[in-house]
């Protein structure tokens, strides 16, 4: 890493299908932080979700260890996370393109786990409800996203597609 040393505690936010994932994996394996992937914690056998107590207990653990990196939105507990975190990134991808991502994904992985990204028991499908909060994630959280980056103390960045996220990358990571 280049001037970052101080990089321990990183977020990853952004719509579904926009890179996240692929993101924490690569910074990951630059730096050696753990990657922390929030899917494969939030979900249970079945897409069952915990109650907000639980979410809450569990995202606590998570992020009781010194160093990660944290890739998931949940935006009901973004402070929760800011607060432990010392850099956010946001992905603001056009929301075309996380449709698309979200649509080849559902279809590539339908009925298989897509990896260690999403909790065992959660097989790929196609959500009617789940494409319409990705189309509308933008108009419908990325405000809070963004109000919620600016009480935030630590370093934020955005990256709104590939070429910013190789560039982003190209820096931090040598």
């Given at each position: 890493?280049?001037d970052?040393?101080?990089v321990?505690?990183?977020?990853?936010?952004?719509?579904?299908?926009?890179?996240?994932?692929a993101?924490a994996?690569?910074?990951?394996?630059?730096?050696?932080l753990?990657?922390?992937?929030?899917?494969?914690?939030?979900?249970?056998?079945?897409?069952?979700?915990?109650?907000?107590e639980?979410?809450?207990?569990?995202?606590?653990?998570?992020?009781?260890?010194?160093?990660?990196?944290?890739d998931?939105?949940?935006?009901?507990?973004?402070?929760?996370r800011?607060?432990?975190a010392?850099?956010a990134i946001?992905?603001?991808?056009?929301?075309?393109?996380?449709?698309?991502?979200v649509?080849?994904?559902?279809?590539?992985?339908?009925?298989?786990?897509?990896?260690?990204?999403?909790?065992?028991?959660?097989?790929?499908?196609?959500?009617?409800?789940?494409?319409?909060?990705?189309?509308?994630?933008?108009?419908?959280?990325?405000?809070?996203?963004?109000?919620?980056?600016?009480e935030?103390?630590g370093r934020v960045?955005?990256l709104?597609?590939?070429?910013?996220?190789a560039?982003?990358?190209?820096?931090f990571c040598?």
């Amino acid at each position: 890493m280049s001037d970052e040393a101080s990089v321990e505690r990183v977020l990853i936010i952004g719509s579904p299908g926009s890179g996240k994932s692929a993101l924490a994996q690569r910074i990951g394996a630059a730096t050696g932080l753990p990657v922390v992937h929030l899917d494969s914690h939030y979900w249970g056998a079945g897409w069952t979700e915990p109650s907000r107590e639980e979410w809450r207990t569990r995202l606590t653990e998570l992020m009781a260890g010194p160093r990660w990196i944290l890739d998931g939105n949940y935006t009901g507990t973004l402070p929760l996370r800011l607060a432990r975190a010392d850099t956010a990134i946001l992905l603001e991808c056009p929301r075309w393109l996380c449709l698309a991502r979200v649509l080849r994904r559902a279809l590539l992985s339908h009925g298989r786990r897509r990896g260690a990204d999403m909790a065992a028991g959660c097989p790929e499908r196609f959500d009617w409800a789940f494409v319409v909060y990705v189309w509308r994630f933008g108009s419908d959280n990325l405000a809070r996203v963004r109000a919620a980056l600016q009480e935030f103390s630590g370093r934020v960045v955005i990256l709104r597609g590939r070429r910013d996220a190789a560039a982003f990358l190209a820096e931090f990571c040598r």
